[in-house]
């Protein structure tokens, strides 16, 4: 059994294609589909069921899958090892965000860290923050920004905070509200809202902010984006709070301080079990250690 044959396998089952597969792969697709079909003969099962309008993996498929991911995994880690003890950094490393990130400047992180280490192939994933926590947790992602109440922190994973931020009220420039100073909890909660999903990091700090001051607010509108949530938000639908230094990143809503506003902290998050030369090397672009201590509960 080859590496090519697992990566060809593997390609095949992401794409759902022959085709897109050898494209993807830079072969031809008749030999891609005879390493395939060796592939199979070594296992002694079909892998794939094929027909000249799909392709989808067979039960056997479905069980190999996993593990011929891990072979890659693992053989792309010890390259890069290798790569790391003779002075160079290469592999991938992916990073996982919340759409509302605010105390790092991302993208310019990435460009840096893809100037200075051009052989590492740079992933990115935008989710939830405890999704994110989650998929560090299991080497899904390397590292993570991700923001949360201050009554939360990130378990099971290393992690530095990186600011805090205080949310701000988001209202359509017309709104009779959009001329005012400031405003506080009991003045928003008459009124309708659009926020993040219930249960998420985004939601709860605002949930928490307003059960502490006794307060009840309708949230018909749920949504995952905050651009959409902007769009909701000048069309009159309802307002919004979300932290102050991402608010500005938004078009076609004005912001207004709230006096007794709730308070989130970003963090910056990594595993506790040891990391690619890449993710070092991007901790290093940030001037963290990889061995920083762990905050105390």
């Known amino acids: 059994m080859e590496l090519r044959q697992l990566q060809y396998f593997v390609t095949v089952a ?14 031809v697709q008749s030999a891609l589909s005879h390493q395939i079909a060796r592939l199979e003969r070594e296992l ?3 892998l794939f069921d094929r027909t000249s309008r799909r392709v989808r993996l067979t039960a056997a498929g479905e069980a190999f899958l996993p593990d011929a991911q891990q072979c890659l995994d693992a053989a792309e880690r010890g390259a890069a090892e290798v790569a790391a003890a003779v002075g160079e ?6 990073v996982g965000v919340i759409p509302t990130v605010a105390a790092v400047d991302v993208p310019a992180v990435l460009r840096a860290f893809h100037e200075r280490y051009p052989q590492v192939r740079i992933g990115l994933r935008v989710g939830t923050s405890e999704s994110l926590v989650a998929k560090v947790k299991d080497g899904t992602i390397d590292v993570a920004f991700l923001g949360l109440p201050t009554t939360a922190r990130p378990d099971g994973v290393r992690s530095r905070k990186l600011a805090h931020d205080r949310h701000v009220a988001v209202v359509a420039p017309d709104h009779p509200l959009a001329g005012e100073a400031d405003v506080d909890l009991l003045r928003l909660s008459t009124e ?86 890449a993710a070092a090397a991007f901790l290093a672009v940030l001037d963290v250690s990889p061995s920083e201590p762990e905050p105390r509960k």
């Not at 992401?14 to 072969?27: G, H, Q």
């Open 192 to 277: 309708v809202f659009v926020d993040f999903p219930a249960g998420s990091a985004g939601r709860d700090q605002s949930d928490q902010a307003f059960a502490s001051a006794g307060l009840h607010r309708e949230v018909p509108f749920e949504v995952t984006s905050p651009e959409f949530l902007a769009r909701l938000v000048h069309l009159r639908l309802g307002i919004a709070m979300l932290p102050s230094n991402y608010a500005p990143h938004l078009s076609g809503v004005v912001t207004i301080p709230v006096l007794d506003a709730p308070v989130r902290i970003e963090h910056l998050i990594w595993s506790r079990f040891g990391l690619t030369p």
């Open 44 to 46: 002694g099962a079909r």
């Open 14 to 27: 992401e794409t759902k294609s022959f085709t897109r597969a050898a494209e993807r792969c830079l072969v």
């Open 89 to 94: 950094v290469r592999g991938k490393l992916t």
